[in-house]
């Protein structure tokens, strides 16, 4: 889906000759207390609601009036397809008495209704009809619309942002990220699979293990670690996201046999991580997708929603069995390996929230989160 440029197969390639990789400046020290703290948590809530967050694709509402509701940070949505083309995203709170307008996760109405007292809206959010309106008194619709937050979609993917500003575009936020992410051309994508995962692991550690590239030959040595080299990889920062490179076997393979040729830059992987919560891996069959979110409450939990994204002109009955067989290995190393020794990790955090977890110089993809946080947690502060 996405072409290997800018020299990355070449640096792979000497990576793996010269048994090294990139590296950080120097090497991190991490407080055990940030996967903990319930005081750090809110420090870091604060800073996801300081910025774009992805919400949605844009494939889940194609047509004027299609819907998904989801919860964001403790925020129920209302996500829906506009006449015009363009996606609005509402809270899903009814203006009378607070409830939920809409109930289903998905679906396509030209208006939605609260089932409390059956106020209804229409798709952009307008009041539409009050039952029993002359008991209330004079209810000025002009105010009392469902409440719009700042939105936008950009590649193919709908953002929310519930700071407020709306001087801020996503282009803006993704900086030098934004060309590449539309490199992707996610907007061509649909959902082919769509998993949810609660998780007793601190959000961190689990987006440590997505993007962590030392620990495929240890952890999984029956699976990822028979397809991934183990510590040759790139990293490109760009500004607060970035994107890790790492090598299949078969190139590393080829490599050390002398037999590679420029054609094999088909064999690196490219993990593309939007900060704070995002990773997206592309495959020869698909990208996978990741968000996970903080619990709100608990340090120690999460939800980790898992998507497979196609493009629908290439799915065939062949390409359907690559991808089941995809989500075969991923859910065996994630649900077998990663998570349980995430768990592992929490446990002993939780119990022994003292000193620091080192990240080392090679281990910059895992590094840029934490330092990439440290700062936005600052700048907020300020």
Not at 138 to 155: A, M, N, P, Q
Not at 181 to 207: R, S
Not at 234 to 249: D, I, N, Q, T, V
Not at 310 to 339: C, H, M, N, V, Y
Request: charged share 25%.
């Amino acid at each position: 889906m996405n072409s290997i440029r800018g020299g990355v197969y070449e640096r792979l390639v000497d990576h793996i000759q010269n048994g090294t990789t990139d590296q950080a400046e120097a090497a991190l020290n991490v407080p055990i207390a940030n996967f903990t703290s319930a005081e750090h948590l809110e420090r870091e809530l604060a800073v996801f609601r300081s910025q774009p967050l992805i919400v949605a694709m844009g494939s889940e509402v194609t047509e004027p009036g299609s819907f998904v509701t989801r919860d964001i940070l403790g925020t129920p949505l209302l996500i829906v397809r506009q006449r015009d083309g363009s996606v609005a995203v509402f809270r899903n709170m009814c203006r009378h008495r607070g409830g939920k307008v809409e109930l289903e996760e998905k679906g396509k109405k030209p208006f939605f209704v609260c089932s409390y007292h059956g106020w209804s809206y229409d798709g952009a959010g307008a009041l539409r009809g009050v039952p029993f309106e002359e008991h209330l008194g004079e209810v000025d619709r002009g105010c009392k619309s469902l409440l719009e937050i700042h939105s936008e979609e950009r590649h193919g993917i709908v953002w929310a942002d519930f700071s407020g500003r709306a001087d801020r575009s996503v282009a803006d936020w993704l900086g030098p990220a934004d060309g590449k992410l539309a490199a992707y051309d996610v907007d061509k994508t649909a959902i082919y699979m769509d998993k949810k995962i609660e998780a007793q692991i601190n959000w961190k550690l689990v987006i440590d293990g997505a993007i962590d590239v030392l620990h495929p030959q240890f952890l999984h040595p029956r699976g990822v670690g028979k397809l991934i080299e183990t510590g040759a990889s790139l990293w490109e920062p760009f500004g607060r996201h970035g994107r890790s490179w790492s090598a299949y076997k078969k190139l590393s393979d080829k490599v050390r046999a002398g037999t590679n040729t420029p054609d094999d830059g088909r064999y690196c992987s490219g993990n593309f991580v939007v900060f704070p919560n995002v990773c997206m891996i592309p495959t020869p069959t698909h990208y996978e997708f990741w968000n996970v979110w903080p619990d709100l409450k608990d340090p120690g939990k999460c939800l980790i929603h898992i998507r497979f994204l196609i493009d629908p002109a290439l799915l065939d009955e062949k390409r359907k069995g690559q991808i089941e067989k995809s989500w075969a290995i991923l859910q065996q190393a994630a649900t077998e390996e990663d998570f349980p020794m995430e768990e592992t990790i929490q446990v002993n955090a939780t119990a022994h929230p003292v000193g620091d977890f080192l990240y080392g110089r090679g281990e910059a993809p895992c590094q840029h989160l934490h330092r990439q946080m440290a700062k936005a947690m600052e700048e907020l502060a300020a």
